[in-house]
T-cell receptor, first 114, second 117 residues
Framework: ETGVTQSPTHLIKTRGQQVTLRCSSQ?????VSWYQQALGQGPQFIFQ???????GRGNFPPRFSGLQFPNYSSELNVNALELDDSALYLC?????????????FGPGTRLTVT | AQSVAQPEDQVNVAEGNPLTVKCTYS??????LFWYVQYPNRGLQFLLK??????LVKGSYGFEAEFNKSQTSFHLKKPSALVSDSALYFC???????????????FGKGTHLIIQP
């Protein structure tokens, strides 16, 4: 069974640029959630995708957007990067969208905005 | 709105001693509760969850957690700590009634657990 994978591992961008992060779900999982973990903080929920549609969103502006593909992999796109966007971005997959199901996390992408 | 509090930034325990990492939560209705562990430069690893039923939940690596509804707490415990348990631990909550949607988990700020040889 393949776990959740994310790419790239690290990324450095300049303020104002755009970035795309990628996530492959664990085998058999159809729901993907994205989280932002700032240094010294717990992860914060960005949004969740189920059946290729956004299924819930946290307190993040519209410049954070996403996609889910038919194979359940997902992308997180961030436009107009700001310095505060520097963080570890975590992807999590689950077997379904119901809140009782465990979310399994990938290793994350470390984004640095300069 | 839901929230999680982990009142201790760091917990120090001698190897072989019991450990407790504290967590309290606030949520409308009944909660689903989770503990995750994070090692340096790694993602989060699932330890255990409380959904319903027995208030004492057993999880991976000998960890367990006790759900206390009256105190809105879900403390993580282990009878005998190992040096390899040293890591960052996160408590998370999700309301059982998501209103038809399925928003994400709400995490605490994390507690650094340091096990001293």
């Amino acid at each position: 069974e393949t776990g959740v994978t994310q790419s790239p591992t690290h990324l450095i961008k300049t303020r104002g640029q755009q970035v795309t992060l990628r996530c492959s779900s664990q085998s058999g999982h159809n729901t993907v959630s994205w989280y932002q973990q700032a240094l010294g903080q717990g992860p914060q929920f960005i949004f969740q995708y189920y059946r290729e549609e956004e299924n819930g969103r946290g307190n993040f502006p519209p410049r954070f957007s996403g996609l889910q593909f038919p194979n359940y992999s997902s992308e997180l796109n961030v436009n107009a990067l700001e310095l505060d966007d520097s963080a570890l971005y975590l992807c999590a997959s689950s077997i379904a969208r119901a809140p009782l199901y465990v979310q399994y996390f990938g290793p994350g992408t470390r984004l640095t905005v300069t | 709105a839901q929230s999680v509090a982990q009142p201790e930034d760091q917990v120090n325990v001698a190897e072989g001693n019991p450990l407790t990492v504290k967590c309290t939560y606030s949520v409308s209705g009944n909660p689903y509760l989770f503990w995750y562990v994070q090692y340096p430069n790694r993602g989060l690893q699932f330890l255990l969850k409380y959904i319903t039923g027995d208030n004492l939940v057993k999880g991976s690596y000998g960890f367990e957690a006790e759900f206390n509804k009256s105190q809105t707490s879900f403390h993580l415990k282990k009878p005998s700590a190992l040096v390899s348990d040293s890591a960052l631990y996160f408590c998370a909550v999700r309301a059982t009634d998501s209103g038809g949607g399925a928003d994400g988990l709400t995490f605490g700020k994390g507690t650094h657990l340091i096990i001293q040889p």
